[in-house]
């Protein structure tokens, strides 16, 4: 073999090894793996979080909207279309702790049936509760931002991150406040003793001035994140 063509398979050689380098380089800023074909990144904190929502088709898609407890999208997102109810607010047949609502049953926790991330993704997908909510606010750092044309928040955390895009909700047949705020349902019904009751479910909320936890109406459309042990 000549020294020209030694030359040349060496210079091959190294590029191949300053490529390899690059891409783990650039793979280790947000390390992913998946789980039944979705995938999910590890902040450190006690469940991974999903990188897009449920009928999402990438990382800045708002995806699909869901009523609280259903697991379906639909054209219309009312009382009078809600699973859990027939037909208002004062006659819910599931996930009710007071009877000025309905049916009392005292369930607060979404059963794995009713869960949209379960139902959609499989596996051991489900819906975030309140707790994880919470610990994603407090313990992570976000960025309000725009990928890709669409804004919305990076969380991060040991040098991970996932985006929340601001994907607003559904109400009637109409999406709302989408690109300046967001809404993501957690698995946990309205806490007892709130100014509201069991017609509403916990939901994180902000936009880009903050970020907040609430409660919306369980008839109204909200995007899901899942999270995995």
């Known amino acids: 073999m000549?020294?020209?063509l030694l030359h040349t398979l060496s210079m091959l050689l190294l590029a191949m090894v300053a490529f390899t380098f690059a891409a783990c380089s650039l793979f280790d800023l947000d390390e992913m793996d998946d789980l039944n074909d979705h995938e999910y990144v590890d902040l450190g904190l006690s469940v991974k979080w999903a990188t897009c929502n449920v009928g999402a088709d990438s990382l800045e898609d708002y995806g699909d909207y869901f009523a609280w407890?259903?697991?379906?999208?639909?054209?219309s997102y009312i009382w009078s279309t809600y699973k859990w109810c027939q037909g208002s607010r004062h006659t819910i047949t599931k996930y009710c702790t007071d009877s000025y609502f309905g049916t009392?049953?005292?369930k607060t926790q979404l059963d794995l049936s009713d869960d949209a991330a379960r139902?959609?993704?499989g596996g051991s997908w489900r819906m975030p509760t309140d707790e994880e909510f919470f610990?994603?606010?407090?313990?992570?750092?976000?960025?309000?931002?725009?990928?890709?044309?669409?804004?919305?928040?990076?969380v991060s955390r040991n040098g991970n991150?996932?985006?929340?895009?601001?994907?607003?909700?559904?109400d009637y047949s109409s999406l709302y406040e989408a690109s300046w705020k967001g809404y993501y349902w957690s698995s946990s019904l309205c806490a007892d003793g709130s100014e509201v009751g069991s017609e509403d479910?916990?939901?994180v909320d902000f936009a880009s001035s903050f970020v907040d936890w609430g409660y919306d109406s369980r008839c109204y459309g909200l995007p899901v994140r899942p999270v995995c042990p």
């Open 2 to 4: 000549n020294n020209k």
């Open 69 to 75: 407890g259903e697991t379906k999208p639909k054209s």
């Open 104 to 106: 009392v049953d005292n």
């Open 119 to 121: 139902a959609n993704w």
């Open 135 to 154: 610990e994603l606010r407090e313990k992570c750092s976000w960025t309000w931002t725009t990928q890709n044309g669409v804004k919305g928040y990076k």
């Open 161 to 170: 991150s996932i985006f929340l895009p601001a994907a607003g909700y559904r």
């Open 201 to 203: 479910a916990g939901c």
